[in-house]
């Protein structure tokens, strides 16, 4: 069965580096999703992405945040300058069409900023 | 805009019993709603949807749920409760306003007991 794939499963780094996290979404799947999850915490939408460009970004979402889908099955979200609040799990997810089609998550990638 | 609230952070039910996650949302526009669980350092697996079609949904693993506009409820239910169900499970709509992203409610953590 297809699936969304995360790498790395866990990245640690010190504050105020850049990250990139990886994910491979499924091969014929149009539409593109980061969410995060504080520990503890709902999980939270960041953004989303279709047609090579972002559709929608939560406030959460600042400056520091970009995605690129620089290949044709690559989708990263870089953080440029990691704070001690980026701490969380991130997840990407893919859907082959908009509305009520089913979102699948990868495993996610934990980051921990210290 | 649409929200989700679920009640109860700990659900704890002794295996073979009842169980019963409670899921309230809110929505201006008939809502796509999905059910999600996490098992423990894993990603968010589909459990089930709802798109408008029938309300009673049946989703995997001996899950269903049930949507009732006039109370604005889509609970989970299981009749008899596996060891294996122990997991944290999400509510989640789909915002049709923007770009369908999910919008999760605080999530529910499952215990079953011996």
């Known amino acids: 069965e297809p699936e969304v794939t995360q790498t790395p499963s866990h990245q640690v780094t010190q504050m105020g580096q850049e990250v990139i996290l990886r994910c491979v979404p499924i091969s014929n799947h149009l539409y593109f999703y980061w969410y995060r999850q504080i520990l503890g915490q709902k999980v939270e939408f960041l953004v989303s992405?279709?047609?090579?460009?972002?559709?929608?970004k939560s406030e959460i979402f600042d400056d520091q945040f970009s995605v690129e889908r620089p290949d044709g099955s690559n989708f990263t979200l870089k953080i440029r300058s990691t704070k001690l609040e980026d701490s969380a799990m991130y997840f990407c997810a893919s859907s082959d069409t908009s509305g009520g089609n089913i979102q699948y998550f990868g495993a996610g990638t934990r980051l921990s900023v210290l | 805009a649409q929200s989700v609230t679920q009640l109860g952070s700990h659900v704890s039910v002794s295996e073979g019993a009842l169980v019963l996650l409670r899921c309230n949302y809110s929505s201006s526009v008939p809502p796509y709603l999905f059910w999600y669980v996490q098992y423990p350092n894993q990603g968010l697996q589909l459990l089930l949807k709802?798109?408008?079609?029938?309300?009673l949904v049946k989703g995997i693993n001996g899950f269903e749920a049930e949507f009732k506009k006039s109370e604005t409820s889509f609970h989970l239910t299981k009749p008899s409760a596996h060891m294996s169900d122990a997991a944290e499970y999400f509510c989640?709509?789909?915002?049709?306003?923007?770009?369908?992203?999910?919008?999760f409610g605080s999530g529910t953590r499952l215990l079953v007991r011996p």
């Open positions: 709802y798109t408008s079609a029938a309300t």
């Open positions: 992405f279709y047609n090579n460009e972002i559709s929608e």
């Open positions: 989640a709509v789909s915002d049709k306003d923007s770009s369908y992203k999910l919008i």
